[in-house]
């Protein structure tokens, strides 16, 4: 019975696309340890340590304390916090728009927008590449899809024009690409969104915390705040916590209340969870010390200082990078695998991305800069990273 797993495992392996779990003992942002060895971690998506910063871990602890570990049901049956309501009206308030939902997850935001949304009789036009729980999410909805080639906004216009006897056209896209971290041109999108009368919808996965003069997202960064139709989002990368989230007018919520299967037939957010993201939201608020840490850092990262600045080089950022996703593409899975064991031998974690995460031929290590890392943490990677990948 179970003879087309075993086939099926074998060709992953020759193909140089096993994928297998490494087991940390111990963390604090920074580093990890596992089997005993201390690492630094170049490849979390903890962006500003929030989730391991004194204040959210306080707030964690104070919310099991006092609600317990568990929501014990769904929003709508007796898991309704006033913590989830406090949560979400901080969401709002930071996204600049009327109201928000959470959601366990991101991936479940996704789910539950999109396919709330949209269905047959409608489109949904996405940027080839999008976050996998996007095209899950598109796939759920039964859509109509159209993909247009990553951040091309001619295709995108030829898209919109050919599909207008589509239903609703929805047009999707992440905000900081999760594998290549280069950003949506949003100010585009908008402008033909609106000439074509389709929504936007943004996904604010590591744009939240990170992009903006206050940490804000997308639309900080280019100046049009409010302008996106709606706007979602993780608590699960920079906010350090776990859960998504959408943001946009009062009745879309209200609507998404009403409609979204992953909000109404799951357990609501743990109240530990909640807690330490609205702490965390609150701290990157009042303190921009922390963007500003990250910010450096990865400006450190592309200066002379590691000899990375102007270098044409695969995957070395350019000079006034704004994301901290850093891709540093390799090609072959096995080569890529083989740099990352070398930097692993090294005292790094630095995973290898490969398909189908990312296209055939373009397996990377996707390196991720965060505030917590120091100066020397940084130029210890950078030397490392020039004498295993020859120029
Ligand atoms: C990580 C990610 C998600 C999923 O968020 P989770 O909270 O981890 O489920 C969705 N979209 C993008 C672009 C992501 O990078």
Same mark, same amino acid.
């Given at each position: 019975m179970l003879d087309f797993i075993e086939k099926e495992l074998s060709d992953i392996k020759d193909s140089g696309l096993y994928r297998s779990l490494k087991t940390i003992e111990k963390t604090d942002g920074r580093t990890v340890t596992i089997d005993e060895k201390l690492y630094l971690n170049f490849c979390s998506n903890n962006y500003l340590g929030l989730a391991n910063h004194p204040a959210v871990v306080a707030a964690a602890k104070e919310a099991v304390e006092k609600y317990g570990t568990g929501a014990g049901a769904s929003r709508l049956i007796s898991g309704n916090l006033v913590l989830h309501e406090k949560l979400e009206r901080k969401i709002a308030e930071f996204k600049k728009r009327e109201a928000a939902i959470v959601f366990p997850t991101g991936f479940m935001a996704n789910l539950g927008v999109v396919s709330a949304l949209v269905d047959e009789k409608d489109t949904v036009i996405i940027d080839r590449l999008d976050h996998a729980s996007i095209i899950d999410a598109c796939k759920l909805s039964r859509a109509k899809l159209q993909v247009f080639p990553h951040r091309d906004m001619n295709a995108l216009e030829k898209l919109l024009g050919k599909s207008q006897n589509f239903g609703k056209r929805l047009i999707v896209t992440d905000s900081v690409f999760s594998m290549d971290g280069d950003l949506a041109p949003l100010l585009d999108i908008l402008m033909l969104a609106k000439n074509h009368k389709a929504l936007v919808m943004i996904d604010e996965a590591h744009s939240t915390g990170v992009l903006g003069k206050t940490g804000r997202g997308l639309e900080e960064h280019f100046n049009c705040e409010g302008r996106t139709d709606i706007v979602m989002g993780t608590l699960s990368k920079a906010i350090g916590s776990l859960g998504g989230f959408v943001a946009g007018p009062k009745n879309l919520i209200d609507y998404l209340r009403n409609k979204s299967r992953s909000f109404i037939y799951t357990t609501a957010l743990p109240p530990a969870s909640c807690a330490a993201a609205l702490a965390a939201l609150e701290l990157i608020e009042k303190d921009l010390s922390l963007l500003e840490k990250l910010r450096k850092n990865i400006d450190y990262y592309s200066s002379p200082a590691t000899e990375r600045r102007g270098s044409k080089e695969p995957g070395r950022s350019a000079p006034? *990078?704004? *994301?901290?996703i850093i891709p540093i593409i390799i090609g072959p899975p096995e080569k890529t695998l083989e740099i990352s064991n070398q930097l692993f031998t090294r005292g790094i974690l630095l995973s290898a991305i490969r398909p189908p995460t990312v296209p055939p031929g373009q397996s990377r290590l996707r390196l991720t800069i965060c505030a917590q890392h120091t100066k020397e943490d940084i130029a210890c990677l950078a030397s490392s990273l020039r004498e295993l990948i020859p120029a």
């Open positions: 006034g *990078s704004l *994301s901290p």
